[in-house]
């Protein structure tokens, strides 16, 4: 499974590339906070919403400490997804998040 880490993933938000995210914490876990563009599917949610993703686009999976995120990751390749978990998960985030 590929990873990045929160500091990587900062650097490729601030330097405006095209990354999609996809929060996969609760709604009240997002509800404290998520980076900005980031889609929220909670994992539970994510094998019924599958098609809401593109196949052809890259997605950086996120939760709250890399756990969950390392799972939709898993999920997302064995689905023909490409997909990447962020280590460490919002717990390691620094950057800036919106509500």
Known sequence: ?????TQQLEQMV???EQVNIVDVRENEEVAQGKIPGAKHIPLGDVPERLDELNQNNHYYMICRSGGRSAKATELLESNGYDATNIDGGMLAWNGRTEV
Do not use: G, L, Q
Request: no cysteine.
């Open 1 to 5: 499974m590929k990873e990045v880490t």
């Open 14 to 16: 601030n330097s405006h």
